[in-house]
C-alpha cells in the first residue's frame, strides 16, 4: 500500500484527528490521507479560480477597448452625417 512514514504533529492536529468521524474513517490514517488530498485539491481549484480571474480581467479590458472604439466610430460617422449635411464635396470639406 504506502509507505511507512511518522509525522510530528501538533496538539490541535491530535484533536482534529480524535473528532474525526468514526463512521466514515474509522482508522486515523484514512482521515489523514482523505484531508491531504482534500487540501491538494484545494490548491489546485485556487489556482485555477486565478487564472480564471485573469481572463476574466482580460475579456473586461478588452469589451471596454471595443466599446470605446465603437463610441469613436459613432463620434466620426456623426462628423461625416453632419458634413454631408452641410451639402459640400469631401474634397472641399
Known amino acids: 500500500m504506502g509507505k511507512d512514514k ?7 492536529s491530535l484533536t482534529f484527528i ?17 484531508a491531504i488530498q482534500y487540501f491538494g ?9 486565478g487564472k ?10 478588452i469589451e471596454r477597448m471595443l ?3 465603437a463610441v469613436r466610430k459613432n463620434m466620426v460617422s456623426d462628423k461625416v452625417e453632419r458634413k454631408e449635411l452641410f ?5 472641399l470639406k
Not at 511518522?6 to 490541535?12: I, K, V, W
Not at 474513517?25 to 482521515?31: G, I, M, S
Not at 480564471?52 to 479590458?61: G, M, S, T, V, Y
Not at 451639402?87 to 474634397?91: A, S, V
Request: glycine share 2%; hydrophobic share 20%.
Open 6 to 12: 511518522h509525522y510530528r504533529m501538533t496538539e490541535e
Open 67 to 69: 466599446e470605446e472604439k
Open 41 to 49: 485539491r484545494k490548491i489546485e481549484q485556487e489556482k485555477i479560480v
Open 52 to 61: 480564471l480571474e485573469d481572463i476574466q480581467d482580460k475579456l473586461e479590458r
Open 87 to 91: 451639402g459640400k464635396p469631401d474634397y
Open 18 to 34: 480524535e473528532k474525526r468521524d468514526k463512521e466514515k474513517y474509522p482508522k486515523e490514517n484514512l482521515f489523514v490521507n482523505a
